[in-house]
């Protein structure tokens, strides 16, 4: 949740952060793997993910098909069906 304050707060103030964050949603995770590259590209740490996925109630990465970094700074998760 802060960290979304944060990016909005950044959005708001930068340009050049504006940019950086609001250039399309980034895929962070793809079949239960982390892309690190993302992760990498958009300052977050692997934490920062898995913190945001048990606010959504998601107790292992293993779970995730998908997980997307969106242009708001809000983190959406795709979960394989059970």
Known sequence: MAIN???SYGKFKSRSFR???ADGPKK???HGKVV???LDRKRMILEDLR???REKGI???SKVREAYLEI???IS???YEE
Do not use: H
């Open 36 to 38: 690190g590259k993302e």
């Open 28 to 30: 962070l995770a793809d």
């Open 59 to 61: 107790d292992d990465l």
């Open 5 to 7: 304050t944060l990016r």
């Open 51 to 53: 913190e945001s996925l």
């Open 19 to 21: 940019k950086v964050v």
């Open 77 to 79: 998760v795709l979960q």
């Open 72 to 74: 708001d700074g809000s």
